[in-house]
């Protein structure tokens, strides 16, 4: 039981230490806000270190694809470090460009296909 508690801590501590650049950018950029509810301001930290994780994740495997190889451990802390600042500030955006998207896809498919096509009322 000791054996797999000791496991378990030590898979936290390494996950932990995994997010440290990403909550590191995302304290920075918090730094700088002004007038920032703690709410808000706890959100916006867990929105930046979040999507710099799973960017990061994306980052590496691109690397991987396109030059067979892993990143140095040093470029990979600095774009998650550098991902987490920008990552809340871009949160927004990106949520409101795919909710616009996403609200627009009922016209487009009937603008595609001539079937679904509203008839004007004469």
């Given at each position: 039981m000791d054996k797999h508690l000791h496991d378990a801590g030590a898979a936290l501590i390494v996950f932990l230490i995994g997010l440290l650049p990403a909550a590191l950018g995302a304290a920075v950029s918090l730094a700088y806000e002004q007038a920032l509810t703690w709410r808000t301001g706890c959100m916006q930290f867990v929105v930046g270190v979040t999507v710099s994780y799973f960017a990061k994740l994306a980052f590496i495997a691109a690397c991987a694809f396109y030059w067979h190889t892993a990143p140095d451990p040093y470029v990979e802390q600095a774009v998650t470090f550098t991902l987490g600042m920008i990552?809340?500030?871009?949160?927004?955006?990106?949520?409101?460009?795919v909710i616009e998207l996403v609200v627009g896809i009922p016209d487009a498919l009937r603008n595609a296909v001539p079937f679904l096509r509203r008839k004007d009322p004469q």
């Amino acid at each position: 039981m000791d054996k797999h508690l000791h496991d378990a801590g030590a898979a936290l501590i390494v996950f932990l230490i995994g997010l440290l650049p990403a909550a590191l950018g995302a304290a920075v950029s918090l730094a700088y806000e002004q007038a920032l509810t703690w709410r808000t301001g706890c959100m916006q930290f867990v929105v930046g270190v979040t999507v710099s994780y799973f960017a990061k994740l994306a980052f590496i495997a691109a690397c991987a694809f396109y030059w067979h190889t892993a990143p140095d451990p040093y470029v990979e802390q600095a774009v998650t470090f550098t991902l987490g600042m920008i990552a809340f500030k871009a949160a927004p955006r990106f949520r409101d460009g795919v909710i616009e998207l996403v609200v627009g896809i009922p016209d487009a498919l009937r603008n595609a296909v001539p079937f679904l096509r509203r008839k004007d009322p004469q």
